[in-house]
């Protein structure tokens, strides 16, 4: 997959603030090796599972992806050095 670096810089100015949370919960639980529910996310922001799950999807357009690995593995390829 090809990455151009300043792509998820300009979207993450566009997310909101639950978006953001969201991204960075997901980039956290990536950091520990693992990915996160979308129940636990459900949890962890006090919110239900259908709106973690609309947020998902919206992140996921704006980074042009399908899904919270190919989102992770974006982030991590921007990081490379």
Same mark, same amino acid.
């Given at each position: 997959?090809?990455?151009?670096?300043? @792509?998820?810089? @300009?979207?993450?100015?566009? =997310?909101?603030? @639950?978006?953001?949370?969201?991204?960075?919960?997901?980039? %956290? $639980? $990536?950091?520990?090796?693992?990915?996160?529910?979308?129940? /636990?996310? $459900? /949890?962890?922001?006090?919110?239900?599972?259908?709106?973690? +799950?609309? =947020?998902?999807?919206?992140?996921?357009?704006?980074?042009?992806?399908?899904? +919270?690995?190919?989102?992770? =593995? =974006?982030?991590? %390829?921007?990081? $490379?050095?």
């Amino acid at each position: 997959m090809t990455v151009h670096p300043i @792509r998820p810089v @300009r979207d993450l100015i566009s =997310l909101g603030p @639950r978006q953001a949370q969201i991204l960075g919960l997901i980039l %956290e $639980a $990536a950091q520990d090796g693992r990915v996160i529910s979308d129940r /636990e996310l $459900a /949890e962890t922001c006090g919110i239900g599972v259908p709106t973690v +799950k609309t =947020l998902n999807r919206r992140i996921c357009s704006k980074f042009g992806v399908r899904n +919270k690995p190919e989102l992770v =593995l =974006l982030f991590s %390829e921007v990081d $490379a050095p």
